[in-house]
């Protein structure tokens, strides 16, 4: 029986959801070797993902996560930037680089894709809020950890002060991580820059800050 990330990869080439990655520097080795694939026609329960890129997740031991896969709509102007079924729990994009000794910690599945092209391994949370303390348990045998979130523009708050979700989600990563006695460091991209943008606009410049 075919796999969802199977069957959707099969869907991607020609799709448009190609080019959306070859845009932003996804090359066909990173897209092959992760599965990233396009909903055209939409397995039982996903129909509400059609015209979705797709970003299949995997356990420890790379074995698919179907309940985790992740939707990225590419229609100009989406609700929403990221989509996932209901009910799903978050998980962490690239679990089985947990174990590694230097790992670096994204803001998103496509920037922790980038990393892994750059020969680096990479792990991606599902949002700036979407980290649970718990998984810093996950990288008890690291000897470094380099988190790398997306350096939001600031927005105001009701209160009057500004935030930027990018870094406050770095910081609950950093502490989390530095409560286990982990050598962790925070990478403070440009303003408005997440990790494939930079890498976009100046590859060198990143690799110089990583």
Known sequence: MISPADHYAKQLLG??????????????????????GYVGKALKGDEAFVGCL???YYDGLGRERPEAMRFRPLYPNPPAKYLSRQ?????????MYT???KVYVTEGEID??????????????????????SWRWLFRNCEEVIVVF???????????????AGQLGA???????????LHVRNV????????NSLYIADRKKLEGML
């Open 150 to 164: 997306d350096n939001d523009t600031e927005k105001d708050r009701p209160d009057g002060r500004k935030v930027n």
């Open 188 to 195: 403070k991209l440009p303003q408005g820059h997440d990790v």
């Open 87 to 95: 009910g799903a729990e978050p998980h962490l994009f690239g679990l």
């Open 15 to 36: 799709s448009g959801a190609d080019r959306w990655l070859f845009a932003r520097g996804i090359w066909s080795q990173s897209i092959f070797g992760w599965k990233l």
């Open 171 to 181: 910081g609950q990563v950093y502490r989390a991580l530095e409560s286990l006695g």
């Open 54 to 56: 797709t970003i299949p």
């Open 112 to 133: 922790a894709v980038t990393l892994w092209q750059t020969g680096r391994k990479a792990v991606g949370v599902a949002g700036a809020n979407a980290w649970r303390k």
């Open 99 to 101: 174990d590694y000794p």
